[in-house]
């Protein structure tokens, strides 16, 4: 199976912060790699496909990029309603494998 | 609107079965791959099992292979979860969600989600 190792597990930050959330994977897959947002108590938010596609109606201060088997999740300037938590996850394979998640808090 | 509406949820002895159901409306389902994500109170996502648009390809994660079965009913537009031999382990909020391919699977949209407890 392919490990996703995310990290930070908890980032701390301001509104107004750039921040930035990676992910490796433990093996290539070729930018099979998406970003999801969940807020406490709703379901998952697909924010980023394949890498670095921006999900439609998702906001331009998302963005993915890919570097290897690093992944990197960066929102360029934090809004209140991005407090939240993200997970990768790699569809290259089955099982499709989830990073443990990052939570962003203030 | 995609909407997907999960359902059959609930508190079950270790070694029982549940079967959980997925209401889908607002897409044409029978075009698109859908699956099943958990997650465990207060934990992270953990995909489940995925199924084809004509049921001909699953796929299981190893710790649910030979006790849950994915399958659906495209005239009924719903999806479901056949879960056997339970464990306190799979006590999980269930998600239904779909499938979507550009340069790569995702998923989305997901639903609300059905509680499964497994507890004596």
């Known amino acids: 199976d392919i490990q996703m190792t995310q990290s930070p597990f908890l980032l701390s930050a301001s509104v107004g912060d750039r921040v930035t959330i990676t992910c490796r994977a433990s093996?290539?897959?070729?930018?099979?790699l998406n970003w999801y947002q969940q807020k406490p108590g709703r379901a998952p938010k697909l924010l980023i496909y394949?890498?670095?596609s921006l999900q439609s109606g998702v906001p331009s201060r998302f963005s993915g990029s890919e570097s290897g088997t690093d992944f990197t999740l960066t929102i360029s300037s934090l809004q209140p309603e991005d407090f939240a938590s993200y997970y990768c996850q790699q569809s290259y394979s089955a099982p499709w494998t989830f990073g443990q998640g990052t939570k962003v808090e203030i | 609107e995609v909407q997907l509406v999960e359902s059959g949820g609930g508190l079950v002895q270790p070694g029982g079965s549940l079967r959980l159901s997925c209401a889908a409306s607002g897409f044409s389902f029978s075009d698109y791959w859908m699956t099943w994500v958990r997650q465990a109170p207060g934990e992270g996502l953990e995909w489940v099992a995925n199924?084809?648009?004509?049921?001909?390809?699953?796929y299981f994660l190893g710790s649910v292979k030979g006790r849950f079965t994915i399958s659906r009913d495209n005239a009924k537009n719903s999806l479901y979860l056949e879960m056997n031999s339970l464990r306190v382990e799979d006590t999980a909020l269930y998600y239904c969600?779909?499938?979507?391919?550009?340069?790569?699977?995702?998923?989305?949209?997901w639903g609300q989600g059905t509680l499964v407890t497994v507890s004596s």
């Open positions: 199924i084809k648009q004509d049921g001909s390809e699953k």
């Open positions: 969600a779909r499938v979507g391919y550009r340069n790569g699977w995702f998923v989305d949209p």
């Open positions: 093996q290539s897959i070729s930018s099979r």
């Open positions: 394949a890498a670095s």
